[in-house]
């Protein structure tokens, strides 16, 4: 078996899990957000009754066995604590599988007698969504290693939608920039440093002048992805709305550009091309940059 799943952790592999999961069951398939609060599933596949919960650990994690573990304990207690809410999506089904996904091979085998003992205390809890049947288990890459191949193939014959490249004013020019002002305010909050502050704005506004035109010429061309990569964009707005990221912090900066690009890459990254993707992700963050809601506190205004 290939280490393809090495490229992929956190909310990469949460990503790449409901990418390989669709390819497997098709429509059975039915991936489940958190905007409307974890339920301690990622997925289901309502005809078997399958729930699946994705969890990419960190490399740099230093107890992979009391990750898992806690992440088994966390999830599976969340049945409970969302039952109802769970019960209006599944209807008259019943849960008789709860699969944690895992990025890795399993590190110890003592996690499956964990994993069976959590399987026996769902059971004592008498949830209505659980059938009598149910069982626990961990899963390895290898359960979606067929789907990965399809996957990687698929890859092979992406989209590229060509733009020519757009000029952009010098930063002299651009100081006046309404759209650099609200940029620069937001990376002066991040740094103290004037200069930077101007040098990020800069860059960020200058993908945001360069690339609009790709986002148009998608909608055009291929309105599908352009759909895909507008809900994508809208969630990541929601998040901040709600506060989970609306931090003025280069670490919330980062987290938001890393989100942005592993759900860029996991929905429609199997489909366009390279120069494409870059484009398209290059816009998308510095089109949030400009519009997006964050509480940042203005420490000084542009002269």
Sequence with gaps: ?????????????????????????????????????????????????????????????????SGVRKKIGTDLKKLQLNESEIAAII??????????????????????RYAKQKETEVKSWGLSIIDPD????????????????EYQKRRDDRIEVTVEDQPVPALVVLRQNENFKLVYEKFRVITDNDEEAEQLAYFELKNFLENSIQLSEIQRREPDFFSQIEEIRSDIENDAEQGSIAVGSWNSFSHVKTTLEARLNAVVGSRLGTKTLSRIRKFTIADWLVRCPLRFKRKRSLQ
Aim: with cysteine; hydrophobic share 35%.
């Design 1 to 65: 078996m290939s280490l393809w799943y090495l490229d992929y952790n956190g909310d990469a592999w949460e990503g790449i899990c409901n990418v390989l999961l669709g390819t497997k069951y098709g429509t059975d398939y039915q991936p489940i957000g958190d905007k409307g609060g974890d339920l301690g599933l990622d997925g289901l596949n309502l005809r078997a009754g399958t729930a699946y919960q994705a969890y990419g650990q960190e490399p740099e994690n230093k107890d992979p066995v």
């Design 91 to 112: 209807g008259s089904k019943k849960l008789r599988n709860w699969a944690l996904l895992l990025n890795k091979e399993i590190p110890h085998n003592d996690l499956h």
């Design 134 to 149: 149910f069982q626990v288990s961990i899963q390895t890459p290898s359960f979606l290693e067929t789907e990965w191949l």
